[in-house]
């Protein structure tokens, strides 16, 4: 294992200690808000705007992982259709994400897909596309699930997550692609076990290319999310050699990260959009932005020490 993917581990790991993580909520807020756009939806939907300006499109996610309690998914699914309804008024380039333990999944699967369900219609009303983010492996496979039961419901509005460091992920491609589900193509964020997934990041890097590369070769849209220049080269350069359209794929990135980069892209030419979170529910989502390269936590460190 090298430094990197101990870093990673380690800090994914100390991140699920409750100290821990009172402490950076009593702390670390403010750290925080470099990559969460605010906590209200009024917040969010007015920098969605300020992006749109430079080019750049969002898709939004209310914060939130996790409950204990359906009657916490009910306020959630509320919320999502608030924040539907938010961008349709406001007339914003942006589609949603949202997660399916915020909607129930880990305790009752049904409340989970209904509450879900009511989200995905709603934003079909409003030409609008959901995005149901993919969690940790015990998930993998419902999220999947309810992607496809939907679409077999004629919501087709609605696509998933895939993570290329799961040993899985080839087949779960072909089979998404053969049902016409828009993806959107990751390295991954969570501490897997080596019986499911790559531990070594260049074996990663090898599987995202080839699930980028099943794609673009057989002019499915997709979704390309990394802020790595290896990454983002190759795809521009396999597009340009294959006489691929930048109209085919867009790249996406978080925000509070590469954002000049962002902007930049979207001047070429290319589609970029900026995964944007608002909320209070920060912590989960903050510590996997750590946990993801060592320098995002150096910048945090800098900024606490200025």
Request: proline share 2%.
């Amino acid at each position: 294992m090298d430094r990197i993917e101990l870093y990673r581990k380690t800090l994914l790991s100390v991140s699920g200690n409750r100290l821990v993580e009172k402490l950076a909520i009593k702390y670390g807020r403010k750290l925080a808000g470099k990559f969460i756009a605010g906590d209200t939806l009024a917040e969010a939907l007015d920098e969605i705007e300020h992006l749109n300006g430079k080019g750049i499109m969002v898709t939004l996610d209310h914060l939130g992982e996790g409950i204990s309690h359906l009657n916490e998914a009910a306020a959630y699914r509320e919320e999502y259709i608030r924040l539907v309804e938010g961008i349709a008024e406001r007339k914003v380039s942006s589609n949603v994400s949202l997660k399916p333990t915020q909607m129930g999944l880990a305790l009752d699967p049904q409340v989970c897909y209904d509450n879900i369900r009511s989200i995905v219609r709603q934003a079909k009303q409003h030409n609008n596309f959901i995005r149901i983010d993919m969690e940790d492996s015990p998930f993998t496979q419902a999220t999947i699930d309810i992607v496809l039961r939907l679409h077999a419901e004629g919501l087709n509005n609605v696509g998933t997550v895939i993570q290329a460091y799961l040993h899985r992920t080839v087949e779960d491609v072909n089979q998404l692609i053969d049902a016409k589900v828009n993806l959107r193509l990751v390295k991954g964020a969570y501490n897997e076990p080596a019986s499911i997934a790559y531990q070594q990041m260049n074996e990663v890097i090898d599987n995202y290319k080839r699930i980028i590369q099943m794609h673009l070769d057989r002019g499915v849209y997709t979704a390309i999310a990394s802020h790595d220049d290896r990454i983002i080269n190759w795809v521009k350069a396999y597009a340009k050699e294959n006489g691929i359209t930048a109209d085919a794929f867009e790249f996406q990135m978080l925000y509070g990260l590469r954002m000049t980069d962002q902007a930049e892209l979207a001047k070429e030419g290319y589609r970029i959009r900026c995964y944007m979170p608002y909320g209070t529910m920060w912590y989960p989502y903050y510590t996997r932005r750590l946990a993801e390269k060592p320098a995002n936590l150096w910048m945090v460190l800098s900024n606490m020490f200025k």
